[in-house]
């Protein structure tokens, strides 16, 4: 049950944005995510929307897989909505119901605060659809590497990603095994409220977190025996390499930017 | 090739304040040579100290007196730390817990990019050690789904690609189950017969003894046996006094023998039995 459990929500696919280096995926992400928080208007945000959708359609995902992002955070948008609707000081009183009011300036803050989040979220559920956990493992590396001069630990935190992915999976299987040997022993995992339920976890935390150290020890040895010393004067079989498709994403995502930027000084 | 004098390692319990509480002698002077091209197994029963002695072979532990050399480099030599790591590859027994990276080829590339080979070379070492272990089909496939056997071979493969001299095999198929051990044991044999890879196979399985050129049986630290497969077997009393079996042909041979039937003790084989006892009608 517990194994069918896929890391990250890669979906794989042929497509123009599939294909593109993780780097550029990143920037354009990171750019794409800047530029909602640069300029707000109904102009900028319309434009936002439709780079967005353009690139969905590229993606060839289907959009209910992208909106499956929002599930998940579905409250918190609702509480920003919420919250700025109501809380937002104004002047323009559009209706009064008891003590909240909604001025026009709330109405305003709420619809850009709401759509902002929803964008970023699609924004980045993008990328995370259209790269592997490992090509998104060595894009961040490689994308931290000049970081690494002011002790960001760029190696080290793509290790640990790497290492994090391996090792998921085998831990999943072995909370199933562990599960299966507890409840064979008339352990109750189901029944009781939220306490319970947690506290009934505590026997199946307790041999994993042994078995994970045991296993991090092992690894450890295994790593050191074959010669691993950290980052410094390691090659790579796989080098990211820019294609023809990363020159022209880059120079779509320039011409987005400055529109954004001209936008905000007219 | 690999050259111990009179190993000796102990390993110290400390209590909460530091205070040498216990100490126990894992390795108790140890002296063996092995020769370049030779297939070397260890054998000996849980806590006879052949895993420790197995990590002195690759540096991962250092003797507390005694030498070893390994290519004639000393293992105490910080210098020479990463050319015997190269040099002595190690797998160890649990196949999930020695693959690093979540490709096939990206694990057995890990080796030789840590010593920093350019990547070119890589690509060629990955592509001849996946072929070596007959696992070329599966090197865009995820470790998790293969299966204990295969993944002992990657494992094997990710040693091999560092271009090591000699292989040491900590229990390599401790956890597989019988033909995931015939997989990896055939590899490891085509290692030493085709590549000449000087092997050091340390296992409890009597019968993956029988296939090594050499056997040093370790009992408590020391060396309580050693001499070719077929001479220390025959030794049936002995090593059931250390608490190891022998082959079960073997066995059988001495019990035979014991009852007074005309056939010699040493046999290590079915057919060496079937031949024998053929002999008898």
């Given at each position: 049950m517990i194994r069918d459990i896929t890391i990250g929500q890669f979906y794989p696919a042929k497509s123009r944005i599939h294909e593109l280096d993780p780097r550029t995926k990143i920037n354009g992400t990171f750019f794409f995510i800047l530029s909602l928080f640069i300029n707000q208007s109904l102009i900028t945000y319309g434009l936002a929307f439709l780079a967005l959708s353009a690139v969905i359609m590229a993606t060839t995902i289907p959009v209910r897989f992208m909106l499956k992002g929002l599930k998940s955070i579905f409250i918190i948008i609702m509480l920003t909505i919420v919250l700025n609707l109501f809380l937002t000081p104004g002047t323009t009183v559009l209706l009064t119901l008891g003590?909240?009011?909604?001025?026009?300036?709330g109405l305003q803050t709420a619809f850009y605060m709401g759509t902002r989040l929803i964008m970023l979220i699609i924004g980045s559920s993008v990328l995370t659809l259209t790269t592997s956990p490992i090509t998104l493992t060595d894009g961040i590396e490689a994308l931290l590497k000049p970081l690494e001069r002011i002790k960001v630990p760029a190696h080290e935190i793509a290790m640990m990603m790497t290492i994090a992915l391996r090792f998921i999976p085998i831990l999943l299987e072995e909370t199933d095994k562990i599960m299966?040997?507890?409840?064979?022993?008339?352990?109750?995992?189901?029944s009781g409220g939220l306490i319970k339920k947690a506290r009934s976890m505590v026997p199946l935390l307790v041999p994993l977190f042994i078995s994970s150290f045991r296993r991090a020890d092992d690894l450890a040895l295994a790593m050191e025996a074959r010669c691993y010393r950290g980052g410094e004067g390691r090659t790579r079989l796989k080098q990211l390499?820019?294609?023809?498709?990363?020159?022209w994403a880059y120079n779509i995502l320039m011409l987005y930017l400055i529109i954004f930027v001209v936008l905000r000084f007219i | 090739m690999v050259k111990a004098n009179n190993l000796i390692f102990e390993y110290v319990a400390h209590n909460d304040r530091g205070e040498v509480e216990g100490v126990?002698?894992?390795i108790d002077d140890v002296s063996f040579d092995v020769k370049k091209g030779d297939f070397i197994a260890i054998l000996g029963h849980n806590g006879s100290g052949k895993s420790t002695l197995a990590k002195h072979l690759n540096a991962l532990l250092k003797p507390k007196s005694g030498t070893l050399l390994i290519k004639n480099m000393d293992t105490k030599d910080d210098h020479h730390v990463w050319d015997i790591?190269?040099?002595?590859g190690m797998v160890f027994q649990n196949?999930?817990?020695q693959i690093i990276a979540t490709i096939v080829e990206e694990d057995v590339a890990f080796g030789p990019e840590n010593i920093g080979i350019e990547a070119g070379e890589i690509r060629k070492r990955v592509d001849m050690a996946l072929e070596v272990?007959?696992?070329t089909d599966y090197a865009g496939h995820s470790p998790n789904k293969l299966s204990g056997g295969q993944k002992q071979r990657i494992a094997i493969a990710g040693v091999l690609a560092m271009k090591p001299d000699c292989i040491i095999l900590d229990e390599p198929t401790a956890m597989l189950d019988p033909s995931g051990r015939e997989e990896v044991l055939k590899t490891v044999q085509k290692l030493n017969k085709e590549d000449k890879i000087t092997i050091i196979l340390i296992t409890h399985f009597m019968e993956e003894a029988v296939m090594a050129d050499h056997v040093y049986v370790m009992a408590e630290g020391k060396i309580a046996l050693d001499g070719i497969p077929r001479d220390v077997f025959s030794k049936v009393e002995i090593m059931k006094a250390l608490k190891l079996n022998v082959p079960e042909v073997t066995e059988l041979a001495y019990e035979l023998n014991h009852a007074g039937i005309d056939i010699p003790?040493?046999?290590?084989?079915i057919d060496e039995m079937v031949g024998s006892l053929c002999r008898l009608l």
């Open positions: 003590r909240f009011t909604i001025t026009s300036e299966k040997a507890q409840l064979a022993r008339g352990a109750d995992f189901e390499k820019y294609k023809k498709v990363d020159f | 126990h002698r894992a790591r190269q040099s002595a196949p999930d817990n272990v007959e696992m003790i040493d046999l290590l084989t």
